[in-house]
């Protein structure tokens, strides 16, 4: 459901860049938009992974420097029958984690410090489960290509009027429409794509529920990492908040409903799903039979 919902939004999403482009921009405008939004978006392909893991003040470890994270890494990665991604700590006190890459044999997972300190292992199994669900179903390459079309319709907008959307006696929406369109386009291109990133989390919840095997406690560290990411702010976010969307859990303050105007779901609205889910398996949080006795277990120690 959620995979075709995805693809309704997207297509909307197509459809809006095309008739905006005809009406403000006419063909020119709208293949001139078109290119320059897909050189840009095609550089961010190749390099937003680097670009985002050294905004966020990365670094990578392997399995001497952190080698508990590590190695629950890498088992969940093998669960989840994806290549090992490269592995990083952000020295940041608000618990959060993202994934990026363009596919999964070029992925890279990160985590805060203050996610390591605040979760116990189950609950970081859980997050950095869901943050493999991400790569497994390439959400990185969707969120891209969502980016090129609305990156290509702000564009449109800035180009209208020196496309003749203003002076074409015969455009049907006249002046005064063309200046809405230039206004309600980007406006609308926002809203469809922060649909689809709220999408993909529900989607990433619930494969991480599978993979870790434990949707009570993937549900148990939304809930913490929500309320400690509204009281600890996360200065590498704020900084550069068109980002925001990569973090399991929005980093941004002042952002909690779960609206048109939010890249993330509400967490209650998540933690419940996955406490649904967790019914549908049968699973214990933290330990119990049922039917995911194959999912790894996780004992609380000091991390390395």
């Known amino acids: 459901?959620?995979?075709?919902?995805?693809?309704?939004?997207?297509?909307?999403?197509?459809?809006?860049?095309?008739?905006?482009?005809?009406?403000?921009?006419?063909?020119?405008?709208?293949?001139?938009a078109f290119l320059l939004a897909g050189g840009m978006n095609l550089f961010a392909y190749w390099?937003?992974?680097?670009?985002?893991?050294?905004?966020?003040?990365?670094?990578?470890?392997?399995?001497?420097?952190?080698p508990e994270f590590y190695g629950l890494v890498e088992?969940?990665?093998?669960?989840?029958?994806?290549?090992?991604?490269?592995?990083f700590i952000m020295d940041n006190p608000q618990p959060n984690a993202f994934a990026t890459?363009?596919?999964?044999?070029?992925?890279?997972?990160?985590?805060?410090?203050?996610?390591?300190?605040?979760?116990?292992?189950?609950e970081i199994a859980g997050v950095m489960a869901h943050e493999l669900?991400?790569?497994?179903?390439?959400?990185?390459?969707?969120?891209?290509?969502?980016?090129?079309?609305?990156?290509?319709?702000s564009m449109l907008a800035n180009f209208g009027m020196f496309f003749g959307g203003g002076r074409d006696r015969n455009n049907p929406l006249g002046p005064i429409g063309v200046i809405?369109?230039?206004?309600?386009?980007?406006?609308?291109?926002?809203?469809?794509q922060m649909a689809i990133s709220r999408t993909r989390e529900y989607g990433a919840d619930r494969g991480g529920a599978e993979i870790s095997g434990q949707p009570l406690a993937l549900a148990s560290a939304l809930g913490k990492i929500s309320r400690a990411a509204h009281q600890i702010p996360n200065a590498a976010a704020e900084a550069n908040p068109a980002m925001a969307h990569l973090f399991i859990i929005n980093p941004l303050s002042g952002m909690r409903m779960d609206n048109l105007f939010s890249t993330h779901?509400?967490?209650a609205?998540?933690?419940?799903?996955l406490q649904k889910l967790a019914g549908e398996m049968g699973a214990m949080h933290p330990r119990g039979a049922g039917p995911w006795e194959t999912a790894p277990r996780y004992t609380s120690g000091p991390w390395g």
């Open 75 to 87: 088992e969940l990665a093998q669960r989840a029958g994806l290549p090992m991604p490269k592995v």
């Open 1 to 32: 459901m959620n995979t075709l919902r995805t693809g309704l939004l997207m297509a909307a999403l197509m459809g809006l860049f095309l008739a905006a482009g005809y009406l403000l921009g006419r063909q020119q405008g709208m293949f001139i």
């Open 101 to 122: 890459g363009r596919n999964p044999e070029n992925a890279a997972v990160a985590a805060t410090t203050g996610l390591l300190r605040l979760l116990d292992r189950d």
């Open 133 to 153: 669900a991400h790569i497994r179903h390439r959400d990185t390459l969707v969120m891209t290509m969502t980016a090129t079309i609305a990156g290509a319709i």
């Open 180 to 192: 809405l369109m230039i206004v309600v386009a980007p406006l609308a291109a926002m809203l469809v």
């Open 269 to 273: 609205t998540r933690i419940a799903e």
């Open 47 to 66: 390099n937003a992974d680097k670009m985002v893991l050294r905004m966020h003040g990365a670094r990578e470890v392997d399995r001497g420097s952190a």
């Open 265 to 267: 779901p509400d967490p």
